[in-house]
C-alpha cells in the first residue's frame, strides 16, 4: 500500500508539524542552516529568567517575530493540511509552531502545545489577551491591573500547557496514522506525541527536506519541502478516496 492510500484509509489520521511546516512562509526554523537560535542564544530569550531581567529585550524579539508572521501567509503545506481535514481525512493537526498559520490556512482542530504568538498574558492577574496584529509597546501593559504582559508561549523550562498536552495525548493514541511534517523531533515532551502514537499501533509518514531524530521511526520518509509533497499527496489522496467511493 502506498502512503495515499494509507491516508485515505485511515479512521483516524493526524497531523503533528515543527517550524519546518512554515519555512516556506518566510518564517525561519529553529535548528539548521540559517534557523533561529543561530542568531539569538535561546537563554537570552525564550525563558522566564530572561523575562525576568530584560522584558522590553525579549518583547522586542517577540513582536519581531509578530511582524515576520503578520506579513508572511501559510504556503501550500497548510493548505494541504487544511483541505485533509476538510475532505474528513484528517482529525486534528497537532503543532509545536506559534505563529497560527495552520488556522489562518483553514484547520480548524488545532491543538497548540507551545502556545501562540498571538495571545499575551498578565504575569500579574492572570488574564489572558487575543492580539490580532503585533504589539506595538515594549513590553506591553495589562490593560486591567497594570502588570506586565508575557508572551503566551511556552519557554525553555517551563511545563506544556495542560488542556493541549492531553488533548495531544488523547489524539496520538487514538490515531492510526501520523503525518510529521517539518520537525526536527528534539524538543521534549512535544517529541513524545509520534512516538506515543506509535506505540499505539499508528502508522508514521515523517515529511521532511532532511532526517530527522523521527526518521528511526518512521514507516515512511517522504524527502521534500512540506508545500511540495503535501499538495501533491493531498492530489493522491482524493483520487484514491474517489476510486473507493466509486
Ligand atoms: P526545528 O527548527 O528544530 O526543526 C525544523 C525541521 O524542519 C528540521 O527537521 C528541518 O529539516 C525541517 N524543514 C525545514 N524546512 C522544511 C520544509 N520546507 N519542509 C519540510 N521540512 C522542513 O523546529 P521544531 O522541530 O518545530 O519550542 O522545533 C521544536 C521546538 O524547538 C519549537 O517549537 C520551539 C523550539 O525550541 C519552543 O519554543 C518551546
Known amino acids: 500500500m502506498d502512503v495515499a492510500d494509507l491516508v485515505a484509509a485511515a479512521r483516524h489520521c493526524i497531523v503533528f508539524t515543527g517550524a519546518g511546516i512554515s519555512a516556506e512562509s518566510g518564517v525561519p526554523t529553529f535548528r539548521g542552516a540559517g534557523g533561529l537560535w543561530e542568531r539569538y542564544r535561546p537563554e537570552e530569550l525564550a525563558t522566564p529568567e530572561a523575562f525576568a531581567r530584560d522584558p522590553e529585550l525579549v518583547w522586542r524579539w517577540y513582536r519581531w517575530r509578530q511582524e515576520l508572521v503578520y506579513r508572511a501567509g501559510p504556503n501550500p503545506g497548510h493548505r494541504a493540511v487544511a483541505e485533509l481535514e476538510a475532505i474528513g481525512v484528517v482529525k486534528a493537526v497537532i503543532t509545536q509552531n506559534v505563529d497560527g498559520l495552520h488556522q489562518r490556512a483553514g484547520s480548524r482542530n488545532v ?48 511545563p506544556l500547557p495542560r488542556d493541549a498536552w492531553e488533548r495531544a495525548v488523547e489524539l496520538a493514541s487514538r490515531s492510526d496514522v501520523v503525518l510529521v511534517v517539518g520537525t526536527s523531533g528534539v524538543v521534549y515532551p512535544a517529541a513524545y506525541i509520534p512516538r506515543i502514537a506509535k506505540d499505539h499501533g499508528a502508522v508514521l509518514v515523517e515529511v521532511n527536506v532532511e532526517e530527522s531524530a523521527i526518521t528511526p521511526i518512521a514507516d515512511f520518509f517522504l524527502r521534500g519541502r512540506s508545500g511540495e509533497v503535501l499538495p501533491r499527496l493531498v492530489e493522491e489522496v482524493k483520487k484514491g478516496l474517489g476510486t473507493r467511493r466509486s
Open 111 to 158: 491543538v497548540e502545545l507551545h502556545g501562540s504568538l498571538w495571545r499575551a498574558r498578565c504575569v500579574e492577574c492572570g488574564a489572558v489577551y487575543r492580539l490580532d496584529k503585533p504589539v506595538e509597546e515594549a513590553p506591553p501593559r495589562c490593560p486591567r491591573c497594570g502588570g506586565l504582559l508575557r508572551p503566551d508561549v511556552v519557554w525553555f523550562g517551563e
